[in-house]
Each structure stands twice: as C-alpha cells, then as structure tokens.
C-alpha cells in the first residue's frame, strides 16, 4: 500500500549544510569540463575567461542571496521572476532553471563514469552512470537531510584531495609550461573558452532552492551562499595554474597518442609528476571520484526542487509536484529526472551536453537580476533580512556579464542555440496549450 502525499517540505538544513551543498554542487567543476576550454582559449584566453566569469558569480551571489533570502521558495529563479514580471518571463525562468539542472548530471555521470574506467578497463563508463544515476536518485529520495550530510561528507573529502593534489604538483609548476602556446585561437579565443569556465562555478545559484528546506533562510542563506561561492573561488584558481603547469594545457586535454578530449584532467596533470604505477595517483584519483559524486549527487537534489516546483504550481502534471509523506522528498521529480539524463548520458557527447546546461544557467542569472530590479522597484517594503552590498553595481554588474556571455554562447555555438531555442519554444507550446488559463494567470510567491 502506498502512502499518501503532500506537496510540502521537510526543514532540516543549517548554514553548514547548506556551505557543503553550494560547494558539492559546483566541485565537479574543478576535476572535469573546464579543460575543454583550453583548446579553444589556451591558458590565457582560458584564465581572462576565469576571471571574467568569477567576478559575475560573485556579484550574482552577492544579488541573489537578497532574493532567496526575501522569497525562500524551492522554485528559485522561477518564483522571483513570475512574482516580479508575471507567467511569460517567469516560465521562462523555470525552463532555463530545469535545462540547467537536468542537463548538469548526465554530464558529470560520463565524467563518473571514465574515472571508474581508470580502474575498470573492462566496464563500460556509460553502464556507470546509469548506475551512479540510479543509486543517487534513490539516495535523494530516501530523504534530504540524509542526502545533505552525504554531501557534506564527501564535499569535504572532494575539497581536501583538491588541496592534496595542489600540493604534489604546485612543486613541479613552469611558466614555462603554463605558457606554452598561451593562445591557440588569438584573444578571440575567450569568448569561447567562457562555458567552460563557467563550468567552474556552475549550479551554485541551487542553494536557492533548498532554501525552503532551511531551518532559519533568513539567516542561514547568506553564510552558506557566501563560504561557499569564497571556497569555490580559492579552489578555481589553485586547482586551474595546478593542473595546467605541470605540462602545458595540452597535456590536461589530450591523452597520449589521442586526439580526443578528455573528462579527467587531473589524473593527466598527475601523471606528469607520479607515474600510474605510484600509490598516491591511484589514492588521489579514488579520492577525486567524490568531488564527482559531490556534484552528481547535489545537483540532482535541486534538480528535483525544480521540476517538483513546476508540477506544484500546475505548469508540469500534478504528479511531480508531489511529495512523499514519510520522506518529504519529490520522489516523482527526481524519478523523471532521472530518466532524461539517461538520454542524456547515451548521446555520449560531454561538451555539447555542457554548453546546454550553460545555456540554461545564463538565461536564469540575466533573468534573476532583472527580477531583483524589478522587485526593488515594485515591492519596496518587502521584508529583505539580508541586502545585497553597494546597489545597483553588484547586481548591474552580475546582469551585464551574463548577458554577454549569453550573446557570445549562441555566436560560437549556433546550432546548439537553435535547440536551446527549440526546446523553449515546444515548452511554451505546452505551457499555453495544455496548461489551464486559470492556473497560467495564477501569481505564485
């Protein structure tokens, strides 16, 4: 027999909690993706993209802890901009929320999946992450503050192996190297090396949606926004002039003798300096699988926030807005989840699989700070506990950046824009088509 459900949610997580669930979320970030920047950007072009990208995370923060804070709702973006703008610009919100956050997982599944084939020749990485998928959907299922310690656990350990593997190669670091063909592609090369290096920081914005699960947001949101996002930065760094240094940026993107990309460049940064035969890169690559499963696991927990926030409000069916009673999870959210990533996964193409979750993440920051304006301007005396520092600039600034970079994605990745945009348009198609007038022009905060 069944148990009944309900469309609420368990509050269990502290400002700890929420620091090990913004920096699970990104971590991943750290071990695999942005090395595919490289041959676009090289080390220069890549690193001017890095700081590009990391002063607009940091002013986005800064901003979108102030909407979290005032409208602590697992919807995030899609919440704020429906109450700021009304139905069109916030299902547009929630749309680019769940393409980032459903597309993010399978990404890092592939990646899970190569970094068990290091020591499993034999198996196959896409029967990985469909077993990664499986196991951690079910783990998000079984409950959320179980789910936030597990990330809290392996965050630490992800982000002690990223500290450990600094410090046997940081020793072996060349400008030499470093520097070594600097810029494949001229300084145009920066503009398409920024989705990778995005990669960095990508999904942080997702402590937002747990916002709703936190025992005190007001006060919690915005120490556990901002350790993090302050972690994330200190890591990018270290772990980018580590890995690159060692043996050039070619080194971290080609495997000897192959002309094809790799998911793990630190197990080749690492082979620069201990060999494959040495205990410690056995060690640090078993330790770097939790900086994998960090990301794989928080992501798909917003993830499900997301898309249970659409059926909750009527926009998807009913079903996925539910929750079970003995579990306070969104069991049917995550289950469907699940189920696209697995197609996902079985295209097999990394990057292209990357940029699409980077599409989504653009859209929802340019549309987040104008939802922040907006609200300022409309709703003056909303109760904001936490306030972003020196307005307008920090928000202004966050807006500018990712909608430059949102042009700059759609110019160097044509066709995989006009999907994007495919896909919006069939989701409008639905919204207008399927979804009743009367829940459409519902106001939801």
Known sequence: MSLPESTELKKTLGPLMLWGLGVGYVISGMYFGWNLGLPEGGPYGL????????????????????????????????????RAFGRDLGFLAGIAQIVEFVFAPPAIAMAIGQ???IFFPTVSPIAIAVVAYIAFTGLNIWGVRASATFELVITVLAVLELLIFAGVTLPEFSWQNFSHNPLPHGWGGILPAIPFA????????????VAEESKNPQKD??????????????????????AVGVGGWENVVYEAGSTMTS??????????????????????IFIG????????????????????EFGRVGYFPRLLGTTHTRFKTPHWALLANMFLGFLAIFTGKTAEII????????????????????????????????????YPWMPGIAFILSSLSLVSLFYYNQLLG???????????????????KEVRERSFS
């Open 47 to 82: 690193l001017v993209a890095l700081i590009i990208v990391t002063i607009m995370y940091v002013s986005f923060v800064l901003s979108y802890s102030e909407l979290s804070c005032a409208i602590p709702k697992a919807g995030g973006a899609f919440v704020y901009a429906n």
């Open 115 to 117: 970094y068990f084939n």
């Open 198 to 209: 995005i990669w960095f920081y990508l999904a942080i914005e997702g402590v937002a949606n």
């Open 221 to 242: 949101i915005p120490i556990g926004f901002g350790s993090a996002m302050a972690t994330l930065v200190f890591l990018a760094i270290l772990t980018f002039f580590a």
């Open 263 to 284: 998911d793990s460049p630190l197990p080749l940064a690492l082979l620069k300096v201990v060999g494959n035969s040495h205990l410690l890169y056995h060690l640090l």
């Open 289 to 308: 699988l939790f900086g994998l499963i960090a990301s794989f696991h928080g992501i798909i927990l917003i993830a499900g926030r997301a898309t249970f």
């Open 355 to 390: 940029t699409i979750s980077v599409f989504g993440a653009l859209t929802l920051y340019a549309i987040s700070m104008l939802s922040f304006f907006r609200l300022r301007k409309i709703e003056p005396t909303l109760k904001r506990p936490y306030k972003t520092p020196l």
């Open 418 to 436: 006009a999907i994007y945009l495919g896909y919006l348009i069939l989701c409008y198609l639905w919204f207008y088509l399927f979804v009743s």
